[in-house]
Nanobody, 122 residues
Framework: QVQLVESGGGLVQPGGSLRLSCAAS????????MSWYRQPPGKERELVAG???????KYTESAKGRFTISRDNAKSTVYLQMSSLKPEDTAVYYC????????????????WGQGTQVAVSS
């Protein structure tokens, strides 16, 4: 079965740092685009950062200069290094694995983790 398991969340003070990890199993990790989404309380889920299977990077504007996404295909793990954290970064962070297929019956295949809570507060 497919599993994406996030870890590394917790409570941190403003200005602090945190590293999230997402360990994947049950997929051919190297062919998937990996990304991190977050959902603040009472708000919609949004893309934070992505890293394609070719290791091309993208970040939402609020994450640029503060967050770094990386992947280790040998460990089937994607990371999100977060620094200079702000209260507005408080959210449940979700790991996503996506694959554009050439199979009409499948289209885009996506898998999601259960999420890990990040709270930035004094």
């Amino acid at each position: 079965q497919v599993q994406l398991v996030e870890s590394g969340g917790g409570l941190v003070q403003p200005g602090g740092s945190l590293r999230l990890s997402c360990a994947a199993s049950g997929i051919i990790f190297g062919i998937y685009d990996m990304s991190w989404y977050r959902q603040p309380p009472g708000k919609e889920r949004e893309l934070v950062a992505g890293i394609s299977r070719e290791s091309k990077l993208k970040y939402t504007e609020s994450a640029k200069g503060r967050f770094t996404i990386s992947r280790d295909n040998a460990k089937s793990t994607v990371y999100l290094q977060m620094s200079s954290l702000k209260p507005e970064d408080t959210a449940v962070y979700y790991c996503n694995a996506g694959l554009e297929t050439d199979v009409a019956e499948l289209g885009r295949v996506e898998h999601w983790g259960q999420g890990t809570q990040v709270a930035v507060s004094s």
